[in-house]
């Protein structure tokens, strides 16, 4: 399932490394800087992210499995391009408490159970509902973008031990989300199929 790639991303990939050495970076944690980077062109993410290596690789692993992915909005979903998503937003309602965002995660909850992989990159409401559900995830990619709550739940999410990919700044939002989990799924299984 090789992806062709086309010579604008090789022209651009080719500018981004000449402006920034993403080269001390260990394969899977330079794959999703640089993409991230290459959606934004913003050169900051490389030290705004924040990610481990180990849990890339494990959630790279289980992503290519088949593990279930599911984002906050349609509009991660939407950038996302190799697989299909779990997004429960047209379904949630708001109460009180409880913002429609929250209410999607609960019912996509109750859809995959544990070990999904959950792409957050609009709504803080949502990341921190999944903060408070059992979802053993393979992965939490939580870049939520604005000025409230975006990054006390990023903290949050830093703080709780499960196994992700944020960044501290207020920036963030759905391309820079799904690129993040793009970067794993264009990512070769084997290095031998390594291409860029």
């Known amino acids: 399932m ?3 790639v086309h010579p604008i991303e090789v022209e651009s990939y080719r500018r981004l490394r000449a402006r920034l050495d993403t080269s001390h970076f260990p394969p899977l944690t330079r794959a999703v800087v640089e993409r ?3 959606s934004a062109a913003d050169l900051e993410y490389a030290t705004d992210l924040v990610m481990d290596e180990g849990s890339l690789e494990r959630a790279h692993a289980a992503l290519h499995s088949g593990a279930p992915v599911v984002t906050d909005v349609e509009m991660v979903a939407a950038g996302i391009t190799r697989r299909e998503t779990v997004c429960r937003l047209k379904d949630a309602k708001s109460g009180p408490g409880l913002t429609r965002s929250a209410h999607a995660i609960r019912l996509a909850h109750e859809q995959v159970g544990p070990g ?4 957050i990159g609009n ?7 999944l903060l408070t559900l059992d979802a053993a995830p393979a992965l939490v990619i939580g870049l939520p973008v604005g000025f409230v709550g975006a990054v006390e739940s990023k903290a949050a999410l830093r703080g709780s031990g499960l196994p992700a990919v944020s960044n501290v700044s207020e920036k963030g939002g759905s391309a820079v989300a799904s690129a993040a989990l793009n970067a794993l799924l264009y990512h070769p299984t084997h290095p031998s199929e390594e291409t860029s």
């Not at 999904?116 to 792409?119: F, G, N, P």
């Not at 709504?123 to 509902?129: D, I």
């Open 123 to 129: 709504a803080p409401t949502a990341l921190e509902e």
């Open 2 to 4: 090789n992806r062709v």
């Open 116 to 119: 999904a992989i959950w792409v």
């Open 36 to 38: 991230v980077i290459h």
